[in-house]
């Protein structure tokens, strides 16, 4: 808005008080007579009288330029043709702008650039006998179609910087939902991961501090047994949750100093024997690869047997259990099962957390598990995944 009005005051002085600047006639050698007092009394009045409203035209507009960058370059471009004789180095001016304005705002590229070279072949029809102050190459017909090119360029360049940052921003945001899924799968993860480490041993514990209680004061050494089975089973508790805590804490890629690997096959005869020390018989049948197992599968073997044991000791006390692990040719089959608890045994509810984290585990290495209750009362657990990982 500003530069509308300043131009358009510019505008009205040099038409005004230099009404012959700018534009001369070719071939017009014979000097101007002077301009006496009265003559530039004359000249004034006829530029407030017939050429200042043309004058105004030609720049005021340039106010709404950004809004209807078309429509203003037409008023602008048409007024400058029409005061043709009277035209200045101003005028000049404005029809830059507003052409440059055409280009790079308008929304309708193919009818600004028609327009643009619509309005170089009418000032080179108007303008062809006159000739500026600055050499000839600077006609407005040629002043016109360079401030096109220019325009594009500028509008090019303008496109090419929002697809540039429109990509940035999008890369960002992929990176952010990325980062949030991932933060989600090691939540999760970390969740299935503590599921597995405390519930087993808790559940152990419950069992033995239970038993210890009710034989406390008629067989003080069962009670005693008990007491250290679950001592043995806080250690074990702690010292599972120190690996996990450990891991969480350590740097990327790196093992943390002093902290035990993850359990596998292994430690299945510790882990069998804490399930017969909380009171449930359990018979084991392993043929495990003569190749070790990769670390992930041999800690999801475990933690089946781990959860499926758990469920036994919480669901089904007084049952037996029994488990049974085949090495076949490119994958590992698991089953455990139990007999169905005591009738007279209290149910203990359950969220199915332990089932579904060992779903999300398996289903890592394409595996597979099935769970359901037996024709005879019990509940089987079965799992099959892969040996290879790759």
């Not at 600055?134 to 509008?155: D, H, K, N, Y």
């Not at 360049?157 to 921003?169: E, I, L, V």
């Not at 290495?365 to 769970?371: F, M, P, S, V």
């Amino acid at each position: 808005m500003a530069l509308a009005v300043v131009l358009t005051g510019v505008a009205l002085f040099v038409a005004v008080r230099y009404p012959d600047s700018g534009l001369v006639k070719v071939g017009q050698d014979e000097p101007l007579p002077p301009v006496g007092p009265e003559g530039e009394h004359h000249a004034v009045a006829r530029a407030s009288s017939l050429v200042w409203p043309f004058v105004v035209l030609s720049a005021l507009p340039l106010a709404v330029r950004r809004r209807y960058p078309l429509t203003v370059f037409a008023v602008v471009m048409g007024a400058t043709l029409v005061m043709v004789d009277d035209a200045t180095w101003m005028n000049v001016v404005t029809c830059v702008i507003g052409a440059y304005s055409a280009l790079v705002h308008s929304r309708h590229r193919t009818r600004a650039t028609a327009g643009l070279v619509l309005a170089a072949v009418l000032a080179g029809a108007a303008f062809r006998k006159t000739e500026p102050v600055l050499p000839g190459w600077s006609s407005p017909a040629v002043v016109l179609l360079v401030t096109g090119v220019l325009a594009s360029l500028i509008r090019f360049w303008q496109q090419q910087w929002a697809a540039s940052r429109d990509r940035y921003q999008q890369l960002q945001r992929d990176q952010e939902d990325s980062t949030r899924r991932a933060v989600a799968d090691e939540r999760a993860r970390i969740a299935a991961e503590l599921h597995d480490v405390v519930t087993h041993n808790v559940s152990v514990m419950v069992i033995q501090a239970g038993a210890a209680r009710k034989v406390m004061d008629a067989a003080p050494d069962r009670s005693k047994a008990a007491l250290l089975a679950v001592e043995a089973g806080g250690r074990a508790a702690m010292a599972e949750l120190r690996h996990v805590m450990g891991l969480l804490a350590a740097p990327d890629h790196e093992s943390p100093d002093g902290l035990e690997p993850q359990p596998g096959l292994g430690q299945l005869d510790a882990l069998v024997e804490r399930v017969r020390a909380a009171g449930t018989p359990v018979r084991v049948a392993v043929s495990l690869p003569p190749d070790p197992l990769p670390p992930g599968v041999d800690l999801a073997a475990y933690r089946v047997v781990q959860e499926a044991l758990t469920n036994t000791i919480k669901h089904a006390p007084g049952a037996e259990a029994s488990v049974t692990i085949v090495s076949r040719e490119d994958s590992l089959e698991i089953e455990v099962k139990d007999t169905g608890g005591a009738r007279d045994a209290l149910p203990v509810d359950g969220n199915g957390r332990g089932l579904i984290g060992l779903r999300e585990r398996l289903a890592v290495y394409d595996g597979e598990l099935t769970a359901g209750p037996t024709l005879t009362g019990g509940f089987r657990i079965k799992a099959r995944v892969p040996r290879r990982t790759a």
